[in-house]
C-alpha cells in the first residue's frame, strides 16, 4: 500500500479505561510471552522519545514522563488482539465476536506474569509508525496522555490516575484491505 491513509475520522482510541480482573488463584492457564515486531519496537521507541521531551496534548503541556517498559505477556495480548482486527475488520473497541482487549488479556494469563491495578487499550490504524505516533498525538483527550503522559483519565469514573507503566504492542495488516492495524495496551 503506497499511500498513507489515515484520518481522525478513521482512527478508533480508547481513553484507557481502567479494567480489573479478578485473580485466578491456581490457575493451569499457562502464561504467554511474545517479543515485538521490528515496526512495534519503533513504536514503543518514540513513544518513550515524546515520552521523555513532554507532549502537548489538546493544548496541554505535560512534562516529561518515564518511559513505559516493554511487557512481553502484555505485547502476546497486544499481538493476538490486532491480528483479530486485521482478521475480522471490525475496528472497535467492542467487536461483534466478543474478542475485546480483555478476552486477550485473559487468554495470555496476564494476571499470573504480574499483579496489575488497570488496564487500557489505544487502537490506530496507520500505514507507518510516524503516523501512528501523529495520531495517537492528535487525538481527542486521553488518547494522548494515555501513551504519552505519567496520567490518564478513566472512561468510566472519569477520574484522572496515575499513568500506565506497562505496554504492549501488537501490530497486523489485513490480507483483504491491506489495511494496517495497530493494538496498543497498557497496564500498572
Known amino acids: 500500500m503506497n499511500a498513507l491513509r489515515w484520518s481522525l475520522p478513521a482512527l478508533l482510541l480508547t481513553a484507557c479505561g481502567s479494567t480489573t480482573l479478578p485473580t485466578q488463584p491456581g490457575s493451569s492457564v499457562p502464561v504467554e510471552h511474545a517479543l515485538m515486531t521490528p515496526l512495534a519496537q519503533q513504536l514503543l521507541t518514540l513513544t518513550n522519545t515524546v515520552r521523555a521531551a513532554g507532549v502537548t496534548c489538546q493544548g496541554?503541556?505535560?512534562?516529561?514522563?518515564?518511559?513505559?517498559?516493554?511487557?512481553?505477556?502484555?505485547?502476546?495480548?497486544?499481538?493476538?488482539?490486532?491480528?483479530?482486527?486485521?482478521?475480522?475488520?471490525?475496528?472497535?473497541?467492542?467487536?461483534?465476536?466478543?474478542?475485546?482487549?480483555?478476552?486477550?488479556?485473559?487468554?495470555?494469563?496476564?494476571?499470573?506474569?504480574?499483579?496489575?491495578?488497570?488496564?487500557?487499550?489505544?487502537?490506530?490504524?496507520?500505514?507507518?509508525?510516524?503516523?501512528?505516533?501523529?495520531?495517537?498525538?492528535?487525538?481527542?483527550?486521553?488518547?494522548?496522555?494515555?501513551?504519552?503522559?505519567?496520567?490518564?483519565?478513566?472512561?468510566?469514573?472519569?477520574?484522572?490516575?496515575?499513568?500506565?507503566?506497562?505496554?504492549?504492542?501488537?501490530?497486523a495488516v489485513s490480507p483483504t484491505s491491506h489495511q494496517h492495524y495497530w493494538a496498543v495496551l497498557f497496564a500498572n
Request: proline share 4%.
Open 60 to 171: 496541554i503541556s505535560y512534562p516529561a514522563a518515564l518511559p513505559l517498559q516493554e511487557d512481553q505477556t502484555l505485547t502476546a495480548a497486544a499481538q493476538h488482539r490486532a491480528d483479530d482486527l486485521a482478521a475480522t475488520e471490525d475496528f472497535t473497541h467492542t467487536p461483534a465476536n466478543g474478542k475485546t482487549y480483555v478476552y486477550w488479556i485473559n487468554q495470555v494469563n496476564l494476571r499470573a506474569a504480574f499483579a496489575y491495578t488497570h488496564l487500557g487499550e489505544n487502537l490506530g490504524m496507520a500505514d507507518t509508525v510516524t503516523h501512528m505516533i501523529e495520531v495517537f498525538q492528535a487525538s481527542h483527550t486521553g488518547h494522548c496522555e494515555t501513551q504519552f503522559t505519567n496520567t490518564y483519565q478513566d472512561v468510566t469514573t472519569h477520574q484522572w490516575l496515575p499513568g500506565f507503566t506497562r505496554i504492549g504492542i501488537g501490530e
